[in-house]
Structure formats: C-alpha cells, structure tokens
C-alpha cells in the first residue's frame, strides 16, 4: 500500500520536474512544479466533446487506459514488500494490463475516423510491441538471478556485493528508464512538444479528447513516469529500513525526473525510420545482461 501511495504522490510533481529542469537548461525560469498538476485539475473540472462519428468506443477508451495504469501501479512493490496484487510472474499481469489500456486508446482513436489518429495509433503500437521484448528479456534474467518471478521476490532477494550486481542494476536501470520514455512517448522516440500531425505519435492519438477524458489521459501519463522510476528504485532499495526506503524512492523518482528532462533538453527527435532501430538495440542490451547472468552463474 505504501509504494502505492508513493507512486501516486510522485506522479503529481514528476512531469513538473521534467518541466522545470528544460526550462533550467534553456536558461527560462519556467513554470512551477505543480503546473501541470494545475492543468490537469482544470480539464477534469470541463465537460468532453464527442465526435458524431465517434461511439462509446471513444468515450470509454481514456477511463479504461487511467484504470489500467492503477492496476499496474497495484502491482510494484516497496522495500520487499508486496504490492497491493502479488503472485507469480505478475510482472506478466503488468505488461499485459498495460497493454489493455493501450489497446483501448489505440482504438479509441480508430474510432474516431481520423486518418491522423490512425496514424498516430499505428505508431505507437508498433513501437510498444517493439519494447515488449525487452522488458520480458530483462525480467526473465532477474528472475534467473535471483531464482524468483515475481516483482516482490526479484527485488527483495536481489543483492549487491559484487562488481557484476551493480552491472546488473545498472543495465537494467537504463532498460526501464529508456522503456519509460518510449511507453510516455517521450524523446528521443516522439516529441511531446511538436504540433505537426506528419510527425507526432501520441499527441496526434488524442488530438479528438477533450475536457475530464484529456485529463485522465494526462494524469495516466505521469503515473506511468511515477511507476516506472518505482521500479527502477526497487532495483535499488533492497531490504533498506522504511524511512530510508521511502528517502531513497524520493531521490530516485527525482533523478530519473531530472533525467528525463535532461534528455528532452540535449537531445534531439530520432527520424521515425529510426525509431525502430533504437528500441530494437534496447532489446539487444537486455540479451547481453541476460548472457551476463547466464555466464556469471555457470550455465553456459
């Protein structure tokens, strides 16, 4: 319950975060951290405007996708703790309940008739199927590692002690926090920022919600930051006490927050015919972990 309502906690001042550090980089003092929080309350508040050529599809399509990133977030553990739901390879019920509520936002936007939205929709499936791989191949190596499958398993027996470990910890902290910023369709795979439809992906996707759904939408997003930088800090935290944990959970949400906005600000789009390419190297770097840990064990 605890990494729940920290998760919850940290998706408020996440994307803020990210706002100010760009803004920091650009030498612009920027907004305040609960800017965006204040933006989302605002569309919650306003009432959604449907297409004529739209059905229930579209309308029911933002809740199901914020409801499916509350099932995820149920899932990640706290400082060995298990999650709100935990069972055996429920790392298997994450991708999947995430990939429940993509489906529905991806249809939701077919549904509309826009051949820009489709287009947008496309992407972005192609690019979450492309990312799956390396998120299973990762966990699997953990669950290799540490003779476990679930989260609160792999986490809770996964030590350092040795120069390996922490090659480890690090290579799959740079698979999660990459596979954070393709899911957010975040740089250098989309630019939040731009406003053509030709090279947008997820902002063209929900280019027709408005209003309480544009809200849900938003707020999903920051959740999923929050959620997967929890994952990243449960590699970390190990068996630490709670207040340590919870110290430790803090620093790391806003590092990856910090870099985050450091990638949005040095670098640049990837041309879409790359895009593929880059997330596919992802995959690559988790096999290489996964050949690191079958070595280090002796199997091969």
Same mark, same amino acid.
């Given at each position: 319950?605890?990494?729940?309502?920290?998760?919850?906690?940290?998706?408020?001042?996440?994307?803020?975060? *990210?706002?100010?550090?760009?803004?920091i980089a650009q030498g612009?003092?920027?907004?305040?951290?609960l800017?965006?929080?204040?933006?989302?309350?605002?569309?919650?508040?306003?009432?959604?405007?449907?297409? $004529?050529?739209?059905? $229930?599809?579209?309308?029911?399509?933002?809740?199901?996708?914020?409801?499916? *990133?509350?099932?995820?977030?149920? *899932?990640v553990p706290f400082c060995g703790n +298990?999650?709100?739901?935990?069972? +055996?390879?429920?790392? *298997?019920?994450?991708?999947?309940?995430?990939a429940i509520g993509k489906f529905f936002n991806i249809i939701g936007a077919l549904d509309t008739g826009s051949s820009f939205e489709g287009m947008g929709a496309s992407r972005e499936a192609l690019f979450s199927m492309l990312a799956e791989p390396a998120f299973f191949v990762l966990m699997g190596t953990l669950g290799l590692l540490t003779g476990h499958m679930s989260f609160a398993n792999i986490f809770q027996t996964f030590h350092f002690g040795t120069y390996n470990s922490y090659a480890f910890a690090g290579i799959a902290a740079i698979v999660l926090f990459v596979i954070c910023l393709i899911e957010n369709s975040r740089m250098p795979v989309d630019d939040p920022k731009t406003h053509l439809?030709? $090279?947008?992906?997820?902002?063209?996707?929900?280019?027709?919600?408005?209003?309480?759904?544009?809200?849900?939408?938003?707020?999903?997003?920051?959740?999923?930051?929050?959620?997967?930088?929890?994952?990243i800090a449960n590699l970390f935290i190990g068996s630490l006490s709670i207040a340590a944990s919870i110290a430790a959970f803090i620093g790391i949400e806003i590092l990856c927050a910090i870099g985050v906005g450091f990638v949005e600000s040095f670098m640049a789009r990837y041309r879409m015919s790359h895009n593929a390419q880059f997330i596919l190297v992802l995959t690559s770097l988790a096999l290489l972990m996964f050949f690191g840990v079958v070595a280090s064990l002796g199997k091969l």
């Open positions: 319950m605890i990494g729940f309502i920290l998760i919850l906690i940290a998706s408020f001042f996440f994307t803020g975060i *990210v706002i100010r550090v760009k803004s612009r003092k920027g907004p305040v951290i800017q965006p929080m204040y933006d989302i309350w605002r569309l919650l508040r306003k009432g959604s405007v449907f297409s $004529t050529t739209s059905s $229930t599809i579209f309308q029911i399509a933002p809740s199901i996708y914020f409801a499916s *990133v509350l099932m995820a977030m149920a *899932v +298990e999650g709100l739901i935990s069972f +055996e390879a429920d790392f *298997v019920f994450f991708a999947y309940v995430l439809e030709l $090279t947008m992906i997820h902002e063209v996707m929900v280019l027709d919600n408005s209003g309480f759904d544009m809200g849900l939408i938003m707020q999903a997003t920051n959740m999923k930051f929050a959620m997967y930088s929890a994952l």
